[in-house]
């Protein structure tokens, strides 16, 4: 048998596609608006997430640079810009609803740290942003993501924006180099994650050669270790075309937000444009960047999400929408659209207490339209700087005003948090409070401000009778909401103030409850917030733009919420300030999610029957603890689907606790059904799907390695015949007999060897041949037949059991019969019959060609003589004195009797080889092919053996 080895080449290559500006074609149906390619992308695999956390380590030039527009006027305008007070002076506590008497809010299902060290990558502030699939949990920090799963286990380490989209090529295009104000949100209509962040060439950060992008990630699954496709655009319209009607030199993007509805990904910014050189007003030390105007960019999302070349896909573009007053439109929040609906939502903020509801229908048609219509709500009040414990600067959160801070639409309404303040307890001191916004758009643009419609305009953050101690002022900031599909709701947003270190908390607001709870702490703070980086010292210390929000798609009742908060001790090495980020989950239920991460077996190949033993790690990476589950192993077929899988063994797993694991050894009997050949070991937990968990996807695993499944070693008694002879029936001692069979030994043939003691060897690669349990000497040994000397130890007996051991394992015994004699002369061609195995009297091969003379000596070479004297020893090579037969011996040519001049054993030959000298008789024929025979005791050898005489 001939074995071919095989040597496969894995390619790994990175499908990468054009890049590079494309000329804009201008729509007549849309003036406001332009269509625009999506410049270009590549494929992000799994493997090269394994490599991006392995340089995971922070680059100075993407988290140590200033920031584009210094923190106090990030995202600002004029309209905004100005303290906006309610008339008559501060606000009252009798200027917002007065909660009435409802139970605090619930205290989270879960409540965990995004750890991984994210304030170290991240650049402050973190702009903690949360995005939940079925399975996994993804947070960025201002320019670092994270991978977590449900039980809040980080995946790998986190990696900064500028390696995670360092495949796009854009330092070699554009200078591009510095990532920041990294967003993620999930698409629940496709089931992906999208994160995103803005980059510009660092070199240039304030000058006429800035370059803005936007790049943007995809998920290929709802599990971000399964890799991303990678596209960028221009994050400022025309970005670096010269002599352009709407890009300007100095051109420079903030703060990106990201929306999603069943039709496209949307993406807004804000672009403002820093004073140059020679310019009224130019600093520089810090030039100021006068605000231009709101970026609004979208992309047909279903393409994106399937990975399909950028250049093949093409949007729309809008740079001049503006105010009802002709001014251009501050930050517009593009929302997060939960199932169907007519029109695709954004929102902005106008004047002192107008909300613009922004209404986009037939995105991407040419008969799309945008629409805007003002909200009247009760005044906005611009918030102040928030005190901190422990004398520390105050935190700064008006760098945004009272623009729109999250918005997402469901159901008919539009959900929206901004940033607001109040003298809750009339002391003629401002609090930075939240507001919250709903508004019924099912009749847009007609938009009604009144109880019945569902309307909510509820300013937060006064005194909590609930947990807050008399005198207790404190600052609320940067919320952000989401709504599951009851219509309850959670706001998360950072607390802070004189006697208390910033902390996060949030509220419930369920939709049968007349107002929103009182709040609820999620993680206190640990100490006074500050940053350490020598180059940056203003008056305040800056907290968060944005917090997270994400509904939980395999549970829509679910809510998941991530805020930083303040830690301690401050690091000591890092630039970015001592904080981290806090994740929670409000509503709904606590499920597990099964994982088998590893399946391992032992060992080498198997046989039917034969004892496997998997190895199988489970984990449970859901927040929920599992009940107790089974776990069942099977052996699949491969290149085979349609034979069933055979089950291997089964066992029961007991419950894990969230984030827990643990390892089972399984051992089962290999089927007798399973014919030989390579087997996949697949591993399934809970295979009767009785477990309600996040996914069952992950419930399987396929060992790496292949089971070789080879024959259960199997003789039978007509496979056992005398090796010259090929006689089959008794066996007689010293013997060399052949054993047939499957799988009784190695793939390759392995050939005669000597033990330590000189003796030939009773066992050859793992395979043994046993006469009533004694081994016997091996001559040869392959999968197929196994050579052997019967031992001298059977002579007294009348049968003896025959068996062959491969690998440990024993064929059944086979019964054969003992004869005092059984021989067999060995053929030229190994055939049994034909040409004998003779050499003339000169020492030449006798045959056809080499004829013996008459007269002359022959010498024959046989096989199952019987007990010799001396007495045989097993496996000894023949020595002095030569051991002879106990049984006479008679040779005849031609039915001629020859005369015996030797019969015994071969010099240097294993016992159980006989050389017989003898003469040619003068009368024998000549002839090439003289039949012989040979006699030992009353035995006869085979006919049909023939030599050469002249």
């Keep these: 048998m001939r074995v071919a080895y095989f040597a496969v080449l894995l390619t790994l290559s990175q499908h990468s596609f054009p890049q590079g500006p494309t000329n804009p074609v201008t729509s007549p149906a849309v003036p406001a608006g332009e269509v625009g390619a999506l410049h270009g992308g590549v494929e992000l695999t799994a493997r090269d997430l394994v490599a991006l956390a392995a340089l995971s380590g922070r680059g100075e030039s993407e988290i140590d640079l200033p920031q584009s527009v210094p923190p106090a006027h990030r995202g600002r305008h004029p309209q905004v810009a100005q303290a906006l007070l309610p008339s008559g002076g501060f606000g009252t506590a009798g200027s917002g609803p007065v909660s009435v008497d409802l139970p605090q809010s619930p205290p989270p299902l879960a409540s965990w740290q995004a750890s991984g060290g994210l304030s170290f990558l991240s650049g402050f502030p973190s702009d903690a942003q949360i995005a939940v699939s079925t399975t996994h949990v993804v947070v960025t920090a201002r320019a670092v993501i994270a991978f977590y799963n449900k039980a809040g286990q980080i995946l790998q380490s986190p990696i900064s924006a500028f390696q995670f989209f ?70 400022v319209a025309h970005d670096g075309v010269a002599n352009d009607p709407v890009y300007r030199p100095g051109d420079s993007s903030d703060y990106p937000i990201l929306g999603i509805d069943g039709c496209c990904f949307y993406q807004t910014n804000g672009v403002c444009r820093f004073r140059l050189p020679g310019e009224p007003g130019y600093d520089p030390q810090n030039p100021p960047c006068d605000y231009r105007y709101w970026h609004v960019a979208f992309y047909p999302a279903g393409p994106m999400a399937n990975g399909v070349p950028g250049p093949s896909l093409s949007g729309w573009q809008y740079w001049n929408l503006t105010n009802p007053d002709g001014s251009m439109a501050g930050l517009i929040q593009p929302a997060v659209h939960h199932g169907a609906g007519l029109r695709t939502y954004f929102v902005s903020r106008f004047g002192g207490n107008q909300l613009l509801i922004w209404a986009l229908t037939n995105p991407l048609q040419t008969n799309q339209q945008i629409a805007r219509v003002a909200v009247a709500v009760s005044p906005f009040t611009f918030p102040p700087v928030a005190p901190q414990m422990g004398g520390a600067k105050p935190i700064e959160t008006r760098n945004l005003g009272t623009d729109v801070l999250k918005a997402v639409y469901r159901n008919n309404f539009l959900y929206l948090t901004t940033n607001d303040a109040r003298d809750w307890d009339n002391r003629g001191e401002l609090l930075a409070s ?127 919420i991530a805020q930083q908060y303040a830690t301690v001790p401050a690091p000591t090495t890092s630039n970015n300030g001592n904080f981290e980020v806090w994740v929670g989950k409000v509503f709904g239920r606590l499920y597990p999610d099964l994982y088998l991460p590893d399946l391992t077996w032992c060992c080498g190949m198997v046989r039917p029957e034969d004892s496997l033993t998997a190895n199988v790690k489970i984990a449970n990476q859901g927040d929920g603890p599992s009940p107790a589950s089974r776990l069942e192993v099977y052996l699949s077929a491969d290149g085979a689907p349609s034979r069933p899988d055979v089950l291997v063994g ?39 799907n009785r477990i309600a968990e996040y996914s069952k996807g992950n419930n399987t695993r396929v060992a790496g390695a292949r089971v070789q499944v080879e024959p259960r070693p199997s003789i039978s008694a007509n496979g056992i015949v005398n090796t010259a002879s090929y006689v089959r029936g008794s066996v007689a001692p010293g013997e060399i007999v052949t054993l047939f069979g499957s799988g009784i030994g190695p793939e390759s043939s392995v050939g005669l060897q000597l033990d330590a003691s000189g003796l030939v060897a009773t066992s050859l690669a793992d395979t043994r041949v046993l006469f009533d349990g004694t081994p016997a000497a091996l001559i040869y040994a392959k999968a197929d037949a196994v050579s052997a000397v019967v031992p001298y130890e059977v002579a007294a007996r009348s049968g003896t059991q025959v068996q062959v051991e491969y690998r440990g ?37 006798n045959g056809p060609a080499n004829p013996a003379r008459k007269g002359s000596i022959v010498v024959w070479f046989a096989t199952g003589e019987g007990q010799t004297n001396p007495a045989g020893i097993n496996g000894k090579l023949a020595a002095p004195p030569y051991p002879e037969p106990l049984l006479s011996v008679v040779a005849a040519i031609n039915d001629i009797g020859a005369e015996i001049l030797y019969a015994g054993a071969a010099p240097g030959l294993v016992a159980g080889v006989m050389q017989v000298n003898l003469r040619v008789p003068d009368e024998a024929p000549s002839g090439n092919a003289v039949p012989v025979i040979l006699k030992v005791g009353d035995s006869f050898s085979q006919a049909g053996v023939t030599m050469a005489v002249r």
């Design 809 to 845: 394992v024993r064929t059944g015994a086979v019964s054969m019969p003992v004869s005092e004699s059984a021989p067999g002369i060995f053929t030229l061609d190994a055939s049994g019959r034909g040409q004998g195995a003779m050499l003339n009297e000169d020492g030449s091969l």
């Design 434 to 560: 939240v507001r919250l916004v709903r508004l019924n758009v099912a009749t847009y643009p007609a938009i009604p401000t009144d109880s019945p419609s569902g309307f909510v305009d509820r300013p937060f953050g006064a005194r909590s009778s609930t947990d807050d101690p008399p005198g207790a002022y404190f600052h609320y900031a940067w919320p952000a909401v989401e709504v599951n599909q009851y219509g309850d709701m959670a706001i998360v947003y950072a607390r802070m103030g004189r006697t208390i270190y910033p902390e996060v908390r949030f509220s419930a607001y369920y939709a049968a409850d007349p107002d929103m709870r009182p709040s609820r702490l999620l993680k206190a703070g640990e100490a006074a917030y500050r940053v350490t980086y020598s180059g940056y010292d203003p008056p305040t210390w800056p907290w968060a733009d944005l917090a997270g929000a994400s509904v939980d798609p395999y549970d829509d009742t679910a809510i998941w």
């Design 650 to 688: 089964e066992l029961n797993v007991p419950s894990l606790p969230a984030g827990a694991n643990a390892t089972f050894t399984l051992t089962g009997k290999v089927s007798t059904s399973l014919t030989p050949g390579l087997y996949s070991l697949r591993a399934v937990v809970d295979p009767d």
């Design 166 to 235: 360092q495949s796009l090529n854009l330092q070699a295009q554009f200078g591009v180099d510095s990532y920041f104000d990294a967003r993620a949100i999930f698409d629940s209509y496709r089931k992906r994650f999208w994160v995103a962040a803005l980059a510009f060439n660092s070199a240039h950060s304030k000058d006429a050669s800035r370059r803005n992008k936007f790049v943007v990630g995809v998920s290929k699954s709802e599990n971000p270790l399964d890799g991303w496709y990678l596209y960028w655009l221009d994050a």
